[in-house]
């Protein structure tokens, strides 16, 4: 008799796990996008509405998994797309951890020379893998079936020798009506050669604020030209950096930029159905 009664509570456990699983793992009509709190860096986690997820950078260190716990089920142990942003320890410091807890199906960096060991590190790690590697490339475009698609406008040529911030993946993602411009740590230089390039086509929505607010990016025509409703910060409290600049900020405001910050916020989770905005 006990262990009828065991299995029956073993059976409505694990029917319990099941629901919450199909649950949660099952689409939507939006798309999520966290800025997760990491400290000083960047990780941007994404996910469309048919459930394809995207992680865009993944901080100094493994702290990206304990968000990435939070925001992911647990039983979901892979991710379709991972993208590096350029190979900063802020930028990387946590890949090697990601690749040895989840399954990553598609690689993408911008291919730019480096000598430090954690970028070594990533280098074995990604082979090991055996993910698909992509170096990235203007006009190429990931379209994930559901109506999301990021769009890379820069580099537009191989950066393999240039300075990594300057080397940095810029990608805009777009579903539906709705437009987010990741910048990675670009520089005004890069800044300045899209508004050449693309001018008024840069609008979005969102700009992800390039090199977590320094003085370094943000030229007030490039935010003119993306002028965004809402800008995300990325940084982590009482940096040695400084970040972000008061510069920076002021030129936010003047542009009429709404300013969110991973320092004041934590983890910041927007989500999209294509025509709205909305902060969860």
Same mark, same amino acid.
């Given at each position: 008799? #006990?262990?009828?009664?065991?299995?029956? /509570? +073993?059976?409505?456990?694990?029917?319990?796990?099941?629901?919450?699983?199909?649950?949660?793992?099952?689409?939507?009509?939006?798309?999520?996008?966290?800025?997760?709190?990491?400290?000083?860096?960047?990780?941007?986690?994404?996910?469309?509405?048919?459930?394809?997820?995207?992680?865009?950078?993944?901080?100094?260190?493994? &702290?990206?998994?304990?968000?990435?716990?939070? &925001?992911?089920?647990? $039983? *979901?142990?892979?991710? !379709?797309?991972?993208?590096?942003?350029?190979?900063?320890? %802020?930028?990387?410091?946590? $890949?090697?951890?990601?690749?040895?807890?989840?399954?990553?199906?598609?690689?993408?960096?911008?291919?730019?020379?480096?000598? &430090?060991?954690?970028?070594?590190? /990533?280098?074995?790690?990604?082979?090991?893998?055996?993910?698909?590697?992509?170096?990235? =490339? =203007?006009?190429?475009?990931? !379209?994930?079936?559901?109506?999301?698609?990021?769009?890379?406008?820069?580099? %537009?040529?191989?950066?393999?020798?240039?300075?990594?911030?300057?080397?940095?993946?810029?990608?805009?993602?777009?579903?539906?009506?709705?437009?987010?411009? +990741?910048?990675?740590?670009?520089?005004?230089?890069?800044? !300045?050669? /899209?508004?050449?390039? %693309?001018?008024?086509?840069?609008?979005? %929505?969102?700009?992800?604020?390039?090199?977590?607010?320094?003085?370094?990016?943000?030229?007030?025509?490039?935010? =003119?030209?993306?002028?965004?409703?809402?800008?995300?910060?990325?940084?982590?409290?009482?940096?040695?950096?400084?970040?972000?600049? #008061?510069?920076? +900020?002021?030129?936010?405001?003047?542009?009429?930029?709404?300013?969110?910050?991973?320092? *004041?916020?934590?983890?910041? &989770?927007?989500?999209?159905?294509?025509?709205?905005?909305?902060?969860?």
């Amino acid at each position: 008799m #006990k262990n009828g009664k065991f299995a029956i /509570l +073993l059976l409505l456990i694990f029917s319990n796990v099941f629901i919450y699983y199909v649950v949660f793992s099952s689409g939507t009509n939006n798309v999520t996008v966290s800025f997760l709190n990491i400290g000083q860096g960047d990780a941007i986690f994404i996910q469309t509405p048919s459930g394809k997820q995207i992680l865009v950078d993944a901080g100094p260190n493994k &702290t990206v998994l304990r968000e990435l716990g939070k &925001t992911m089920s647990f $039983f *979901d142990k892979s991710i !379709d797309v991972v993208m590096e942003s350029h190979p900063d320890k %802020d930028h990387i410091g946590g $890949f090697p951890e990601v690749l040895k807890q989840y399954e990553v199906g598609l690689f993408i960096e911008p291919r730019v020379a480096c000598s &430090t060991g954690i970028c070594k590190e /990533l280098e074995k790690d990604v082979s090991l893998e055996k993910s698909q590697v992509l170096y990235a =490339r =203007r006009g190429t475009v990931i !379209d994930f079936g559901d109506g999301v698609l990021i769009s890379i406008l820069f580099p %537009d040529r191989d950066v393999y020798d240039l300075e990594t911030n300057t080397a940095s993946i810029v990608a805009r993602l777009t579903y539906g009506n709705n437009s987010l411009l +990741l910048t990675g740590d670009s520089p005004q230089s890069i800044e !300045d050669f /899209l508004v050449w390039k %693309d001018g008024i086509n840069l609008d979005s %929505d969102i700009l992800k604020v390039g090199h977590h607010g320094s003085r370094t990016s943000s030229d007030q025509e490039f935010v =003119r030209m993306v002028s965004p409703a809402l800008s995300i910060i990325s940084a982590g409290k009482g940096n040695s950096y400084g970040h972000p600049h #008061k510069e920076v +900020l002021d030129i936010l405001t003047k542009e009429g930029s709404k300013i969110l910050s991973t320092i *004041d916020m934590g983890t910041i &989770t927007l989500e999209s159905d294509g025509k709205v905005w909305r902060v969860k």
